[in-house]
């Protein structure tokens, strides 16, 4: 599922660390792999990640809240939302949620096969690791 996280896209990356980050994200992980146009997800985790945040993060999170503000805008607005926040929608919403945390997808990623030979994530990142020293 072709997604971000829940907060959004990570506006600059990962810093001058970049060049050396590997992300991987499990398919159904709902944390990390939110779809584009899950607007209320994206906007609670957003709301969730800047709550609390100093004054030093408000230009880093403006970036982010403009990005969230025109995906919204480009899909319809405040309609779209409110079809995201009916009565049929909040029950499918519950359920894909309900089975994300069931499933514990995003807290164990050593059975999560990340190539073609069934390397796990875990292996892999291990390997990355290894390489690197």
């Not at 907060?7 to 792999?33: E, H, K, M, Q, W």
């Amino acid at each position: 599922m072709p997604g971000n996280g829940a907060g959004g896209s990570r506006v600059g990356g990962f810093g001058f660390v970049s060049p050396n980050v590997r992300t991987i994200c499990a398919v159904g992980d709902l944390y990390c792999s939110t779809p584009r146009e899950d607007y209320v997800t994206r906007l609670a985790g957003f709301l969730a990640i800047t709550a609390g945040t100093g004054p030093d993060a408000v230009e880093h999170y403006r970036d982010e809240a403009t990005i969230l503000y025109n995906d919204i805008m480009a899909a319809g607005g405040v309609p779209t939302l409110q079809l995201q926040i009916s009565p049929e929608a909040n029950v499918e919403r519950e359920t894909q949620i309900r089975e994300f945390y069931g499933s514990q997808i995003h807290q164990d990623y050593s059975n999560y096969a990340v190539d073609d030979r069934g390397t796990t994530a875990t292996i892999w990142l291990n390997n990355w690791l290894a390489s690197k020293v």
